[in-house]
């Protein structure tokens, strides 16, 4: 497990400004830290028939059955092996427990609110509909995804019965 738990006691207000950053190719995005359980390297997979196409089966974690969806596939990107950068971000919302496959994970930000704008000037990639904001820093500007939106309901119900969790 990586160095995230979001259990630690943090202050509230820093909390609405923390991100957990991770890339997909050469992309920088981000989700707000309040929807991260915690980050897992990669796991066998089991496959489970008639589940939607980007959600590539479900893990076993520590007794729990969590459907796992790769964000590449998720965002119509070319597909990658996975190697020993690869992991689950584990995510929970909607009262669902999701594993966000990306190619790494960075770090935990700290992004001003001043430095977040809104994405209606996002050009209509795949990703587009899943964009919050653009997070600026001193060196690149982050995507922050709508963690909400990466899944729609009927998706979210599919995987959660899928998993025992509905």
Excluded: W
């Excluded at 500007?141 to 899928?162: R, T």
């Amino acid at each position: 497990m990586y160095g995230v738990n979001s259990t630690d006691s943090v202050d509230e207000e820093s909390v609405n400004q923390l991100f957990l950053t991770f890339n997909l190719g050469d992309e920088k995005y981000a989700i707000d830290i309040l929807y991260i359980k915690e980050i897992t390297g990669m796991q066998e997979i089991t496959k489970v028939p008639n589940m939607p196409s980007f959600a590539r089966g479900v893990i076993n974690l520590r007794g729990l059955v969590i459907p796992v969806i790769d964000m590449r596939t998720r965002f119509n990107m070319t597909p990658k092996d996975y190697d020993d950068r690869t992991c689950a971000i584990v995510v929970d919302f909607d009262e669902s427990r999701i594993g966000l496959i990306v190619d790494a994970v960075d770090e935990v930000i700290d992004i001003p609110e001043e430095n977040v704008s809104l994405p209606n000037a996002i050009s209509t990639s795949a990703a587009g509909e899943f964009v919050k904001g653009l997070g600026r820093t001193s060196d690149t500007v982050i995507i922050i995804l709508d963690v909400e939106k990466l899944l729609g309901k009927h998706e979210i119900e599919s995987l959660a019965q899928v998993s025992g969790t509905l």
